[in-house]
Structures are given as C-alpha cells and as structure tokens.
C-alpha cells in the first residue's frame, strides 16, 4: 500500500468515476485502473464497485476512504509546517466566530490574513456560541473566538477582552441616556436567542441573582431574527457590542446597577496543538480584537497577557 495509490482512490471517491479521477490526477486511466487493482490485491478485498454511472465504495472501501483522508491530510499538514519553518506560514486554518460579531471580525480577518500570510488558506465558521464551543471541543477547527470558554472541556483559553452588555430598543422607556439599569432593561419586551446560548445563560443567571424577571417576549435563533424585531419596534434586546456597532450603533445604552460583564477569548483544544500557521492567526486575531478595542468599535477593555487556562 503506498501513498500514491492512496491518493488514487480518494480521487476515484470524489470523483464518482475512474475517468473523471484519471483527468483530475493528470494520470492515464488504465495507469489508475491498475494502481487500484494492486490495492485491492494486496488487501485482498473489493473497495470499489462499478455502476452503469461511474464507481461506489464498498463497506471496506469507504473505511480505508476516511483512513486515506485522514493520513494524507497529516502528510500535508506536515509538509506545510516545514515549509512554514522558513518563516512562510503555509497550510490551512480553521478559524470559529461568535455569528454576532461575524459582520465586524469576517472581513478584517480575511482582509488582513491575506495581506499578511498569503500562504495560508484561511476558513471562517461563524455561528452561534454553542456551535463555535463545541467546534473547539471537538478539534474541528484550529481555534475560536468565544464569550464562554469558562464552560468547554478540554480547551485552552487565552482571554482577550472583558466586554460590557448593552440594552438597545426603538420603544418608550422611562428613562433616556446611554446608561440603563439592569432591572429597567430586564423588565422593556425583549428578544433573545435560546437558552443554548451563552449570552442568554449569563442574562438569567444576573436576573435570578438581582432578583428581576427577563420578560422576554420573543426567542430568534438568527442575529437577523432578533434585529428585524428590534427594528420594528416590536421588542428590545441585550447583546454585545459587535452586533450593535454594526446594526444599532450609537443608539445603544450601557446596562448599569449591575454592568454585565463577560470575557471573550481564543480557545483551542487540548488534543489539537496550533501549527505554526494557525499561532500566526492566532496572533493576528488576537491583534485585530486588542485594534477594536482600542478604536472603540467593540466596547471591552484587553486583558493582560497571562498564562493559558486549560478548561476541565
């Protein structure tokens, strides 16, 4: 079994047929036929079986199928770290995203990324903060940006910003002024995402200790949701300044009495060390939300740099 013959049959796999992987692999296809008939020789078992329309993997084959992935993936990774020794960083990073902050972060990091480390390939996922968490968890991608890394397992946090809540709602309130009090805010009709979500978490556990009820009128699962409600006049809502600045801004109010705090960080997992590319990005992300910070388009303060914390 080699690596090339390997290759050929991911080939095949993503290609559906023998002729349409001998073109994308630059090889002759009976050149292809026979590599894959070696395989299956030496295994001693059929991987692929033809249709009328092209190939499928049998049960083995489409084992040895995520094998291939898997080995080969690490064999590039490998030979992009080497390169990236040189000083070039090479490779692919995965980078998770809190979906309120996506229209703010997406395009710096993009923007940024490609000026500054054209060898790397970088992938954005932004969602909601329990699918970014879980993504880190789990090592599906190389690190994120999360409000809850106190909450996932097996992950080094490196806290970045303290940021401040804000009430934002184009309906009559009692009083007027950039500051609001937590209890007037809890008590306007809101908005809010589900309880899956960090931010919604952090909300009831302050109302429970203050002694106030959330009346939350409406639960949105997308930041479009909550926004077109919010437009309307329909309700209010709580939320972090990223999805304020670029939607609501400047008519947002500071909540007070008390001030809703959380820490934003970039987390990774535990079992899924930075390469090289991905501690440039890392960096680079790091940089960009200090840069925010400081401009006063996302209102945090930076956290001084400490050592990791690694979750439980």
């Given at each position: 079994m080699t690596l090339k013959q390997l290759r050929y049959l991911i080939a095949i796999a993503e290609a559906g047929s023998f002729s349409a992987a001998a073109r994308n692999a630059y090889i002759a296809q009976p050149a292809l036929s026979r590599q894959i008939g070696m395989l299956e020789d030496e295994l001693e078992m059929r991987l692929l079986e033809r249709q009328h329309d092209g190939v499928v993997l049998t049960d083995a084959g489409r084992r040895?199928?995520?094998?291939a992935r898997s080995v080969i993936q690490k064999i590039d990774s490998v030979k992009d770290e080497l390169v990236s020794t040189k000083g070039d960083p090479k490779g692919q990073v995965s980078i998770a995203i809190p979906v309120a902050a996506s229209a703010l972060l997406l395009p710096l990091i993009i923007t940024q990324a490609r000026e500054k480390f054209p060898g790397i390939e970088v992938h954005v996922r932004d969602g909601l903060s329990t699918e970014g968490g879980q993504a880190i968890e789990l090592g599906k991608v190389d690190f994120g940006v999360v409000p809850n890394a106190e909450e996932l397992e097996h992950v080094r946090a490196e806290p970045v910003l303290v940021e401040e809540l804000c009430w934002y709602g184009r309906i009559d309130?009692?009083?007027?002024?950039?500051?609001?009090?937590?209890?007037?805010?809890?008590?306007?009709?809101?908005?809010?995402?589900?309880?899956?979500?960090?931010l919604r978490r952090r909300l009831e556990q302050v109302a429970m200790q203050q002694g106030v009820a959330l009346n939350i009128c409406y639960e949105q699962h997308s930041?479009?949701?909550i926004s077109s409600l919010v437009r309307s006049g329909l309700a209010a809502t709580?939320?972090?300044?990223?999805?304020?600045?670029?939607?609501?801004h400047p008519q947002a109010r500071r909540i007070i009495e008390p001030s809703i705090r959380r820490t934003v960080s970039i987390a990774y997992s535990v079992h899924r060390p930075l390469t090289f590319a991905a501690s440039c990005m890392r960096d680079l992300v790091r940089n960009l939300l200090l840069d925010l910070a400081r401009s006063g388009r996302w209102h945090a303060e930076p956290v001084e740099p400490g050592p990791a914390a690694d979750g439980d």
């Open positions: 040895l199928y995520e094998v309130m009692p009083t007027q002024g950039p500051t609001i009090r937590f209890a007037e805010a809890a008590a306007s009709p809101l908005v809010m995402g589900p309880r899956s979500l960090h930041a479009q949701g709580i939320t972090s300044w990223p999805a304020l600045e670029e939607q609501f």
